[in-house]
């Protein structure tokens, strides 16, 4: 178990005895996992090699015993690192079979009779080729249903190894943020700030930055997903940075706002109601309430209904409930969520504030440095 | 038309042309297409905001007229921005339907009678919850089969604007590597150099660095997809630094081999044996040879047959063509692919150099700024 990042084995063999006694109340004979975040949560298996698309992987959680890893040959060596044994594998990308007979006779050998639960429900994809996955179900002649949500479900509660990981990479985040007057003024073309502030995260211990978005602009930003582009910061704009950096395979996801020197009251109004949001939900975020409730308790702040704010975090940067109208999920001590609000300051333009938290009994753990009413100016 | 990154119009109406040529010879009524290459093959959507799992994106493209987006409402502004007009959203994640019954109805409305046409073969995956596509199977009535490998044979052939992205990217990646002995030595840790070393891509110009790998040792290194660790470089090391970084959508993808202080002569000897590999492949490159024949003369020069020793490279990391053993495509002008040879030097251990190139009429043209036979030395 020497592969950067990864957990003590206890961790693995909790996740693992905790899957099989939900897989024995489904009925379920193996688990078929192809994600990243799937197949690293019972091994520890850890590598940026997910962002070439050209080779599947598979793990098989059998009803007992260890994993079993159905990869490519290149992936043997780090596999072998993480303590898994029962390693299988192929020279991926082979056009003739790309692993399908390979994967058929692992999930006959450890699945018996029993189904097999694959993730098929919400936020969930099959990485793998579709045509290889009917071939899979011919050659098996196995059954294939949904995992009964297990995969969800485990992986919403994080245990104190992965809040620690968060907590760890929130406060990389937290220092980065407190540099930006170092990067940002009047003048400077945002794509700059996006590259630059990369690096501040790369600096204060990011392993690397999946994600960042923002927007600036005198009413706020009309949308938080669209790329930099090369408009020069203006006084009196509102700038925003949200980042997802990832340290030890695990992310943050929080923002911050700044003013481009002097904004208007109405912009520094929208931040401290943002903030005021923000503690509304953060006081009901306890457990046994509902994911809707603290949507409800921030949109009566900010007054703005649309969307969802806030979202599960972990390893992936977006993961598990939503802080939305329609999700009646209930929250539980070990659930890491942020709390996002969204206010309007004209027509198709605003503001958005986010912050970390987890869940704990009693009052909830605030992970990311919890920003002030007051907007921070450079 | 004003995303960041995005092309001339033209470039996406020649694009949209010629897949609908294409549909038309295979009897195809519409493609769906869900993964962030596929979506932005037909509009420059371009927006890191895939990285969050959460929300399904769909492009619908018809046998004829305009492509139609349906998408969750978050990303309507920039969708708009595109130039695309048709765009249909819902507000994602929607526990009760993510889009299914909003994309039947527009499968529906632009395919008639035809099959529904998704990217299944090699190299693909369907980015939507399996139970939505059974979901939007059984409501839509519609048959769907597989894309006839349309999208593929589309993507695997760059036009010049691709090019030029590539070109740019690579520029970027080689003032990078130029710059390494400023944050390499013996005595610093490989999970610095790596922090350091997307920070040098940054600053030389990258939007952000979505891939990074490497290794370090005596020996060369064994393994070219696990994160790096706290170990640091020793005098005698070689050291490989592997990067996929991002400009404007497009990526390069080749390394660098650094000698740590002065190394054995059997290193120095290997690495001039990779670049001769590279010489052999690139001599080869053609219009007319097969990617298994470059295979073969690239591991004749190192005497090392296993794995695959390039691929196609674009909008992903890897994408398309296998330099390998069992691949027979055949090179066409406008492709651009990644020349990668091996060599042991040990048991389990060797060297990778890697360079990208594109094919045109003639010999190929070399992309990334080709290395010589001296290692450069840090």
């Known amino acids: 178990m020497d592969?950067?990042?990864?957990?003590?084995?206890?961790?693995?063999?909790?996740?693992?005895?905790?899957?099989?006694?939900?897989?024995?109340?489904?009925?379920?004979?193996?688990?078929l996992l192809s994600t990243e975040a799937e197949v690293r949560y019972f091994t520890g298996f850890l590598t940026r090699f997910w962002e070439s698309p050209s080779r599947p992987?598979?793990?098989?959680?059998?009803?007992?015993?260890?994993?079993?890893?159905?990869?490519?040959?290149?992936?043997?060596?780090?596999?072998?690192?993480?303590?898994?044994?029962?390693?299988?594998?192929?020279p991926a990308p082979d056009p003739a079979d790309d692993g399908t007979a390979l994967l058929a006779e692992a999930l006959r050998e450890v699945a018996g009779r029993g189904q097999i639960g694959v993730p098929m429900g919400p936020e969930t994809h099959l990485r793998m080729p579709l045509a290889d996955f009917e071939r899979l179900k011919a050659r098996s002649g196995l059954r294939f249903g949904d995992d009964a949500g297990i995969m969800a479900a485990l992986r919403a509660i994080k245990s104190e190894a992965e809040i620690a990981r968060i907590r760890e990479v929130c406060a990389v985040a937290g220092r980065a943020f407190?540099?930006?007057?170092?990067?940002?003024?009047?003048?400077?073309?945002?794509?700059?700030?996006?590259?630059?502030?990369?690096?501040?995260?790369?600096e204060e211990g990011a392993d690397w930055v999946p994600y960042l978005a923002g927007g600036a602009g005198p009413d706020g930003y009309g949308d938080v997903i669209s790329p930099a582009g090369a408009r020069r910061l203006a006084a009196g704009d509102v700038m925003m940075l949200d980042t997802g950096a990832v340290r030890g395979g695990y992310f943050c996801d929080f923002d911050r706002n700044f003013a481009v020197g002097p904004v208007p009251d109405a912009v520094r109004r929208a931040h401290a109601?943002?903030?005021?949001?923000?503690?509304?939900?953060l006081s009901l975020a306890q457990p046994g309430a509902r994911a809707c409730d603290l949507f409800e308790a921030m949109a009566a702040v900010t007054g703005a209904r649309a969307g969802r704010l806030g979202h599960g975090l972990g390893m992936q940067l977006t993961e598990g409930l939503s802080l939305s109208e329609g999700d009646?999920?209930?929250?539980?001590?070990?659930?890491?969520?942020?709390?996002?609000?969204?206010?309007?300051?004209?027509?198709?333009?605003?503001?958005?504030?986010?912050?970390?938290?987890?869940?704990?009994?009693?009052?909830?753990?605030?992970?990311?440095?919890?920003?002030?009413?007051?907007?921070?100016?450079?």
Do not use: K
């Open 273 to 281: 109601c943002l903030m005021d949001a923000c503690e509304a939900g």
């Open 328 to 378: 009646p999920t209930v929250l539980e001590p070990g659930m890491v969520i942020t709390l996002e609000p969204w206010i309007a300051l004209s027509a198709g333009s605003g503001m958005v504030h986010e912050e970390n938290i987890v869940i704990r009994e009693g009052a909830a753990e605030v992970l990311s440095p919890w920003a002030g009413s007051d907007m921070p100016e450079v």
């Open 57 to 90: 992987w598979y793990l098989v959680v059998p009803a007992q015993g260890a994993p079993v890893a159905v990869i490519p040959e290149i992936g043997a060596p780090l596999m072998a690192r993480t303590g898994l044994t029962d390693i299988r594998t192929w």
């Open 178 to 202: 407190a540099r930006v007057p170092e990067i940002a003024a009047a003048g400077v073309p945002l794509d700059q700030v996006f590259r630059d502030f990369q690096r501040l995260l790369l």
């Open 3 to 31: 592969v950067p990042g990864a957990f003590a084995p206890g961790e693995y063999a909790a996740r693992l005895s905790r899957a099989q006694a939900e897989m024995a109340r489904a009925g379920i004979g193996a688990l």
